[in-house]
């Protein structure tokens, strides 16, 4: 399947499930927004970037565990209920968190080694949730099975990507030259929801991806 179907049919479903994402995520999303800003402004400018990080490690894996777990199911027909989506999100938070780290650390390391090593490890690494949360992976056996996945399949990810986070970036720039977050700190954090409510496309792009992938016959043969 090419980019575009991959991009038209998730499109679709998350047209069509949005009812039950939002309750699912929005709230997280704007706690973790809402956690980011109180820790900016307790800060200051001037503020160490590791706390960024670490208000996303608390709430980022319970949101994206929950919306994977739900996407799992509504592709087996199910209707699972929210909160035992959330329950199931809390129990795999410890492995899901140290894994965001990792990638984060990796994807950081990348962007700093001229800018492309960054943007290979996070296509490389764009499977690694889905197999800790959906095959109970270890963190490290996710982040190897994610790269074997990932070998061969390079520029259909990293297409898939930028066509859902290259117009994100483009309209959070716009956003923030528009309403910058010293000038009204509500709008700010209005935004900054939005935009990370949005960024769950990407989740489900790559749902869809990580699906079409892993089962492939050459892929499932590997896997036995």
């Known amino acids: 399947m090419n980019p575009l179907d991959v991009l038209r049919d998730s499109f679709y479903f998350f047209q069509r499930n949005l009812g039950r994402i939002v309750p699912l995520c929005l709230p997280l999303v704007v706690f973790e927004a809402l956690l980011q800003q109180l820790v900016d402004h307790s800060q200051g400018p001037q503020a160490f970037p590791g706390y960024s990080v670490i208000v996303g490690l608390l709430v980022y894996p319970l949101y994206t565990a929950a919306l994977i777990l739900f996407l799992d199911a509504r592709s087996r027909g199910e209707n699972p209920r929210t909160r035992d989506l959330l329950a199931a999100?809390?129990?795999?938070?410890?492995?899901?968190?140290?894994?965001?780290a990792v990638n984060t650390l990796l994807i950081l390391i990348g962007l700093s080694l001229y800018f492309l090593p960054g943007i290979w490890l996070m296509v490389m690494l764009a499977f690694a949730e889905y197999l800790l949360v959906l095959r109970n992976m270890q963190p490290l056996a996710a982040i190897r099975e994610s790269m074997r996945l990932a070998r061969g399949n390079f520029l259909r990810i990293l297409v898939c990507i930028l066509c859902v986070m290259g117009p994100l970036w483009l309209l959070k720039g716009a956003s923030l030259s528009i309403y910058p977050e010293s000038q009204n700190p509500a709008i700010a954090l209005l935004l900054e929801s939005i935009h990370s409510f949005l960024q769950l496309f990407t989740s489900v792009v790559l749902f869809r991806l990580f699906m079409l992938i892993s089962e492939a016959?050459?892929?499932t043969e590997g896997n036995a």
């Open 89 to 100: 999100s809390a129990s795999l938070w410890p492995r899901f968190a140290l894994l965001t």
């Open 217 to 219: 016959p050459d892929n």
